[in-house]
């Protein structure tokens, strides 16, 4: 048998990161992701890594500009509150076309808000965030299971396509704790980086990064090139889960912590005779619309219920999905509540006019 | 016929965008020389900041990184813990490095960053067209300070070699001027200075270097050149604030 261990869910990004070839985490304090950081200081030890506490979140993410910029495998973390002083940072990395990992614990907002756990960060993972036209693939994990792979997968797809990679966790998956199989698929083998500035070594010509295009065309032509990208993340990168989806009359749609609550109600309501099927996103951009949409136009489906731990944020995408073919109704949590099982219940039950 | 003067290896050949009489040039020239004569040019990181010399990655012939306005230290700081036996500098302005980038550039000299900072300070915001920056003059007349920048309103200039030298990981922290050729050869002696701190893995090394911008001082350049003598000096004198008294073999 594989041998498990017993992680809090904050613990397992680190170990992962460390087993993905990430040898520089630079990180400012803030609840509920600081274990990430404590894991790290002392594991970096081991594998001749480095970790610096950074002055800001500010400071940490241009750190990893410079480190990625380097050459090397590099992430930061933090939650709400923190990923809001990154967005500078995350703009100049798209813009410079660098590979970067970063985790948003997500915690209650807007403001300070609160330390429990949200998922009112959609917004601002998958819309921007940052100034200008670019995208962050963006992983949603829902145990802290798939935070360790995921993990490993953020570096992967950061190095692929040279861009930034976000695991969209929340503040209960960032403190629970739940066996974890370390499956370490294949030895990892860095690309080559020849665009990294590590010195000329007088055999090259210099090598420069930058996100600075003063020319009109230079710009667009650059533009063009990075929605290019995009639409190729787009076409080979889209991850869902479909559960009990196939003649579904009423169709969930639900991320991360929710879609572990929304997975409890499936036999709840066969039991009480009404099929409901849960679509859950892993990949919340490139976002599975063309899933939904399938799932959505079957004639067994009546409606469609988003489920999200804020006041309506994917939903719009999921709107956008079922382009008017259904119903969307929507039933969200904040302030660092979760839905039970009971009003998810008696909302589906109200949609079939029970 | 012999050539005795031409274009260091250290500078690309390509024209600069600077205005006609600005001191950037003069700065440009002393790091590329430096980083020839000390031969380390091939293993030499720069990152450029924001303001007038946000595009001077195109002109350092060493590899070159582009920062947001302020973050030169913290990207900087991780370029060297990646590559801790190549040289990595910043080249920032006092708008950059006084104003928005503070917070960034005290932590890289408090946790002794081996990285080697050139701070030009022309006492104004160059690029953006003359606002008051942190290191204008009291009575110094710019865009955001029409009648003269007013203590009671506007605050104090900041002194940023003073300040930085009370940081035990800034090890060499010293304040040149490129007002006259006594002077520059001076600042080039910090310039080379300062890279062989870092070579020599003491800490962090930083040189403030009295800078002119006849453009947006309203002045032409050799009286901007008088007016860093006679004028700026007195606020931000030129010396040696930290001295880790390096082997003079080079």
């Known amino acids: 048998m594989e041998k498990r261990v017993l992680m809090k869910g904050n613990e397992a990004i680190a170990e992962a990161a460390i087993r993905a070839g990430c040898r520089y985490y630079f990180g400012y304090p803030i609840t509920p992701q600081t274990e990430i950081m404590h894991y790290m200081a002392k594991r970096m030890v081991e594998v001749g890594g480095?970790?610096?506490?950074?002055?800001?979140?500010?400071?940490?993410?241009n750190m990893v500009y410079g480190a990625a910029a380097a050459g090397a495998r590099a992430m930061t973390s933090s939650s709400s509150p923190g990923i809001s002083l990154k967005q500078e940072g995350f703009s100049y990395i798209a813009g410079a076309e660098l590979p970067a990992v970063v985790a948003n614990i997500v915690r209650a907002g807007p403001g300070l808000?609160?330390?429990?756990?949200?998922?009112?960060?959609?917004?601002?993972?998958?819309?921007?965030?940052?100034?200008?036209?670019?995208?962050?693939?963006?992983?949603?994990?829902?145990?802290?299971?798939?935070?360790?792979?995921?993990?490993?997968?953020?570096?992967?797809?950061?190095?692929?396509?040279?861009?930034?990679?976000?695991?969209l966790g929340d503040g209960a998956l960032g403190q629970m704790m739940e066996p974890v199989v370390f499956r370490d698929k294949e030895p990892i083998d860095l690309p080559k980086k020849p665009w990294a500035v590590?010195?000329?070594?007088?055999?090259?010509?210099?090598?420069?990064?930058?996100?600075?295009?003063?020319?009109?065309?230079?710009?667009?032509?650059?533009?063009?090139?990075?929605?290019?990208?995009?639409?190729?993340?787009?076409?080979?990168?889209?991850?869902?889960?479909?559960?009990?989806?196939?003649?579904?009359?009423?169709?969930?749609?639900?991320?991360?912590?929710?879609?572990?609550?929304?997975?409890?109600?499936?036999p709840i309501a066969a039991a009480q005779g009404v099929r409901v099927g849960l679509i859950r996103p892993i990949t919340l951009w490139p976002f599975p619309s063309d899933v939904i949409a399938?799932?959505?136009?079957?004639?067994?489906?009546?409606?469609?219920?988003?489920?999200?731990?804020?006041?309506?944020?994917?939903?719009?995408?999921?709107?956008?999905?079922?382009?008017?073919?259904?119903?969307?109704a929507f039933l969200g949590r904040s302030g660092g509540n979760l839905p039970t099982q009971k009003e998810i219940l008696q909302k589906i039950m109200k949609m079939v006019g029970r | 016929m012999q050539a005795v003067f031409k274009r260091t290896a250290g500078l690309l050949n390509i024209p600069t965008h600077y205005c006609p009489g600005c001191t950037?040039?003069?700065?440009?020239?002393?790091?590329?020389?430096?980083?020839?004569?000390?031969?380390?040019?091939?293993?030499?990181?720069?990152?450029?900041?924001?303001?007038?010399?946000y595009n001077n990655y195109e002109y350092f012939a060493c590899d070159m990184v582009q920062a947001a306005h302020g973050r030169a230290p913290a990207v900087a700081t991780g370029?060297?813990?990646?590559?801790?036996?190549?040289?990595?500098?910043?080249?920032?302005?006092?708008?950059d490095l006084a104003a928005i980038g503070t917070a960034e550039i005290i932590h890289a000299a408090a946790r002794?960053?081996?990285?080697?900072?050139?701070?030009?300070?022309?006492?104004i915001y160059g690029m953006t067209s003359g606002q008051m920056a942190p290191t204008t003059l009291i009575g110094q007349v710019t865009t955001t300070s029409p009648f003269g920048r007013d203590p009671d309103a506007q605050g104090h200039p900041i002194n940023v070699s003073e300040?930085?030298?009370?940081?035990?990981?800034?090890?060499?922290?010293?304040?040149?001027?490129?007002?006259?050729?006594?002077?520059i050869i001076q600042a080039k002696k910090a310039v080379r200075k300062a890279f062989r701190v870092q070579e020599a893995g003491l800490g962090f090394s930083l040189v403030e270097v009295l800078s002119t911008c006849p453009t947006n001082w309203g002045m032409d350049p050799p009286k901007s050149m008088d007016w860093v003598a006679e004028v700026m000096i007195q606020q931000y004198p030129l010396g040696l604030f930290r001295d880790p008294k390096l082997e003079e073999s080079k």
Do not use: W
């Open chain 1, 294 to 328: 399938r799932a959505a136009a079957q004639p067994s489906v009546k409606a469609v219920l988003t489920i999200e731990l804020s006041c309506g944020q994917m939903v719009e995408d999921v709107r956008l999905a079922v382009d008017g073919m259904k119903p969307i």
């Open chain 2, 112 to 123: 002794g960053e081996k990285i080697s900072v050139f701070f030009a300070n022309n006492a």
């Open chain 2, 24 to 53: 950037h040039g003069i700065l440009h020239r002393l790091i590329a020389e430096a980083m020839c004569e000390l031969d380390i040019l091939h293993r030499t990181i720069g990152v450029s900041s924001v303001g007038c010399t």
């Open chain 1, 50 to 61: 480095t970790v610096i506490q950074a002055e800001s979140e500010l400071a940490a993410i």
């Open chain 2, 163 to 183: 300040m930085m030298a009370t940081l035990p990981g800034a090890v060499y922290v010293e304040r040149v001027s490129l007002h006259d050729y006594r002077h």
């Open chain 1, 198 to 266: 590590t010195g000329t070594g007088g055999v090259r010509p210099h090598n420069t990064i930058t996100s600075i295009y003063i020319k009109a065309d230079v710009l667009e032509a650059f533009n063009r090139k990075l929605q290019a990208k995009y639409a190729e993340v787009s076409r080979r990168e889209v991850r869902a889960e479909c559960l009990n989806c196939e003649d579904a009359d009423i169709l969930m749609v639900a991320f991360g912590t929710c879609s572990r609550i929304g997975r409890g109600i499936i």
């Open chain 1, 113 to 167: 808000g609160g330390i429990l756990p949200s998922q009112g960060d959609y917004f601002q993972a998958t819309k921007g965030g940052g100034h200008g036209d670019y995208r962050n693939i963006v992983l949603a994990p829902a145990s802290v299971q798939e935070l360790y792979e995921m993990t490993i997968e953020a570096f992967n797809l950061a190095d692929r396509y040279r861009m930034l990679a976000l695991i």
């Open chain 2, 79 to 95: 370029i060297k813990r990646v590559h801790p036996s190549k040289s990595v500098f910043t080249y920032q302005g006092d708008g």
